[in-house]
Structure formats: C-alpha cells, structure tokens
C-alpha cells in the first residue's frame, strides 16, 4: 500500500496503467536506415534523471521518439514543475537514499543522468543501474566520471548492461570531429581538439561540473600513454576562426578519456580557451585551479533553465609526411543536439559493456545531430 501511495504522488501510478506509447523512431540528426535509427516500433521506459536546460530536452525528444518517460530529481518544486510542462510522471529522488533509488529504477529500461557534477551523481547510478541490471546513459564530460564508467566495463558485460558516459555534445561532438579530421590526414599522429565558450546562461550544476573539470590535473595522450599535462608551457596563445585571439589550457576531462578510447592517434591534447593572454594564464591558472577544487558542489537553484546553446570546437590533426588538416565544429543548439545524440543511442538494441558514443553510433556524413556542420579552417 505504501509503494502504491508513493506512486500516486509521484504520478507513477499513471505511468504503469496506460500502455507506453509507440511510434517509429525518426531521428532527425542522424541519417534514416542508418545504425542509429532503424525505423523500429519504440516501447521502452526510461527515467531522465535532472530538471535543468539539458534534462528537458533529453526528456522532450525522447518523448518524440516514442519512449516512456519518468523525469526525477531531488528538488520537488524543480521536479514538479518540469513533469507538469512535458505532461510526464515524476519521482522525487534524493540519491543518498538507496531505497529510492532502487524503487526508482524498477520495471525501467535504463537511466540517463543530466544532473551535475557528475563525479557525485554518477557513482551513485553506475552501482544501483549494476545492482538492478539497467542500462546508464549520461550527458557528463567530467574525467573522473569517464573514467569510472570504463572502469566497469567488464562488469556491466557480466551484468548485460550498457554504459555510455558522454552522450551528447560533449563527448560525441569532439569524437565526430577528430573522427572528421583523421580521415584527412595520412597515418594521423597527432590530434588537437579546442573547447570554446558556450553562449547563453550557465546552470549552477553546470558551472559546478565545469570547475570540476578546472580542477582535475590536466592530462594528455603522449606516445599513447596518457601522462599529466603539468607543464605551463603548454599553455599558448593563438587566432582562432569566429572568436579571434585567445589563450589554450590543456585539460584533463570526458573528451580526452572518449578520444583515447576511440581514436588511434598516439598524441591528443584537448584544450579550453580563456581570455587571459598566455604570460598571465600561466601565473593564473594553477591558482583557479585551487579555487576551483574549493567550489565543486553546487549552490542555491539549478535556474535559469534557459540553455548556452551555440557551441564550437575547433580541431588540429597531423599526420605522416607533413599532412595537416584543421576543421571547426558548430552547432547552433547545443542541448538538441545532446538531446539527438541520446535519442539515436536509445533507438539501438543495447550492447553490453562500456562505450563512447563515437563507438556506439559512429559518424557518417549527414549523422550530425541538430544540423550541426563541419568547416575546414
């Protein structure tokens, strides 16, 4: 009685009553009949767990694909809120309560977790997705999640689950675009990829995942090892296309660990940009680091939901002989285009183990998702 009270509440009653809508997946970004959309009948559930900018458009297209959706989170008003615009059940889920969390991931399909930072969120769901056998998406582009999730490759095969960290424009955008440039070059040795800035708002979960990733150690692929990044020296200045003249610093975070995984290239370095010119960043840079490490959690309202949507990577790659090949990334909407990334993957029967998302749905010309483009510069 008490479980079916709590789902009256939640709105979970509704849920498990009606049948789960059905219609042929159509993803918009991704080619028809290709891997990522078959054009199959969609019967599956899966609970979108986060209420900000990113969460609701995962949830509103995989809505319009055909997918069952449960939105959860901890704050209710925030919750509640949500559900009531996209007319979906809710649960409200603190994820320090593993009773909760495990009610939550019943008679589910699988999880996708847009709720930063994620180094707190994900250890949580990695464990009771494991525990319950349900399959783990998310939209993080933190290393230290990445590289727990590939950390339990081995397990989530045992347990005939599928892992993807990184779905959607971090890390896929930056896996489509190195996949773009390596094909341009002869035997590709060393691959360079730039973030820039997103314009718009930022929510507090995002700024707190972004300082996360300011504080981690930065690394890079070296000879095919992965090595710490440590020397400042690395930190230069340069022109890029559409922005002008900034600063790049290494960083250690989600793109780094996908490209590793994904590309073959012995040497990649992924760098951020900031406005400090390069002589000032050096002296700044280790002391942002140390105040970034201070502020990792986030504070107040995950408002305002309104999304940075334009977003840009530019990539360097270089090959044998003194081939060289350099290309930009753009997307106009970088939340639908996250959104694309994680309904082509939910179109695709499952396969068990840890993958990026370059792995599970590759790129073809015409895959971009959210009309995306790339340039050469």
């Not at 918009?28 to 609701?56: D, L």
């Not at 008003?77 to 009610?103: F, N, Q």
């Not at 190195?178 to 341009?184: E, F, G, I």
């Not at 040497?267 to 002589?279: F, I, K, R």
Request: hydrophobic share 40%; glycine share 10%; charged share 20%.
């Amino acid at each position: 009685m008490g479980h079916r009270a709590a789902d009256r509440r939640s709105g979970l009653g509704e849920f498990r009553r009606r049948a789960a809508p059905t219609s042929s997946c159509a993803c918009r970004g991704f080619t028809p009949g290709s891997r990522a959309c078959r054009g199959r009948a969609v019967t599956r559930r899966w609970v979108v767990y986060g209420t900000g900018s990113i969460a609701r458009a995962v949830a509103s297209c995989a809505i319009e694909h055909g997918h069952a959706v449960v939105l959860a989170g901890r704050r209710e008003s925030a919750v509640v809120g949500l559900a009531e615009k996209l007319r979906i059940p809710h649960r409200v889920v603190d994820l320090h309560e593993p009773s909760g969390t495990r009610r939550l991931l019943e008679q589910t399909t699988g999880i996708i977790n847009a709720a930063g930072p994620f180094r707190e969120t994900s250890a949580v769901l990695f464990r009771a997705a494991l525990d319950s056998g349900t399959h783990y998406l998310d939209v993080s582009n933190e290393w230290d999640s990445h590289r727990m999730a590939h950390s339990l490759h081995d397990e989530a095969i045992e347990r005939g689950i599928m892992i993807v960290p990184g779905a959607g424009f971090g890390t896929h955008a930056a896996e489509s675009l190195a996949d773009h440039l390596v094909t341009q070059v002869s035997a590709a040795a060393d691959l360079e990829i730039v973030l820039g800035t997103r314009q718009g708002p930022r929510t507090e979960a995002t700024r707190a995942s972004t300082r996360l990733i300011l504080k981690t150690p930065p690394r890079r692929r070296s000879d095919g090892h992965l090595t710490t990044a440590r020397d400042l020296t690395a930190i230069r200045s340069t022109s890029l296309p559409g922005i002008g003249r900034v600063t790049m610093v290494p960083i250690a975070d989600g793109n780094l660990c996908a490209l590793t995984r994904s590309q073959g290239a012995a040497n990649v370095v992924v760098y951020a940009t900031v406005t400090l010119v390069a002589p000032i960043a050096r002296l700044m840079i280790p002391l942002i680091r140390r105040v970034a490490a201070s502020r990792v959690r986030p504070r107040g309202s995950s408002s305002p939901v309104v999304p940075a949507r334009t977003a840009q990577l530019w990539g360097y790659c270089a090959g044998a002989g003194g081939s060289i090949h350099a290309s930009t990334l753009i997307t106009d909407d970088s939340a639908r285009y996250t959104a694309e990334v994680v309904a082509a993957i939910l179109a695709l029967n499952p396969r068990a183990g840890t993958y990026t998302p370059h792995q599970i749905l590759g790129t073809r010309p015409g895959q971009l998702a959210a009309q995306a483009r790339i340039l050469r510069i």
